[in-house]
């Protein structure tokens, strides 16, 4: 039971700041373009990690056809993917959609046996009843309210 603000810590920190974005992120598309609203993250985000990297020492450096590939291929998937989610966070509520950031983990797991060939390790038994807890929680967030019942 042991806490670092360099390992849990900033897991929390990142949990809390993906909380005030999805907040933010509602309240300011119903006003403004969802996908301008994740085109300006993007690039302030990516300004202010970039400052922040060079000002630390860091540089880049090697970049090769297929590094480019790479970067554009990756850059275009978070970007698609940020977007589908706020236009998803304009229409609907937070509550609803939030739910759905607890299937990353269980694709993660997905993945890695499909492609990192861990399948006896990823897709164990308790891999296997945390997606059935993820499936069940999402069902029941989403499941139809009756008439008289309460979120």
Do not use: H
């Not at 990690?49 to 540089?59: E, K, P, V």
């Not at 090697?62 to 998937?77: E, N, P, R």
């Not at 009843?129 to 499941?143: D, F, H, T």
């Amino acid at each position: 039971m042991d806490f670092r603000l360099l390992g849990e810590g900033f897991v929390f920190l990142s949990t809390v700041a993906y909380a005030f974005s999805s907040v933010y992120f509602k309240r300011f598309s119903r006003t403004s373009d969802a996908f301008l609203l994740s085109g300006y993250q993007f690039l302030a985000g990516g300004l202010i990690m970039s400052l922040a990297g060079l000002l630390a020492g860091g540089r880049v450096t090697g970049f090769t056809g297929k590094s480019v590939l790479l970067l554009v291929y990756m850059a275009l998937i978070s970007a698609v993917a940020y977007t589908l989610w706020g236009i998803l966070l304009s229409y609907n509520p937070i509550s609803r959609v939030a739910v759905f950031g607890f299937m990353n983990p269980v694709i993660g797991v997905i993945l890695s046996a499909l492609l990192l060939k861990e399948g006896e390790q990823a897709l164990g038994v308790r891999s296997a009843a945390a997606l059935a807890l993820v499936c069940i929680g999402i069902w029941i967030v989403n499941g139809e309210k009756k008439e008289g019942e309460t979120a």
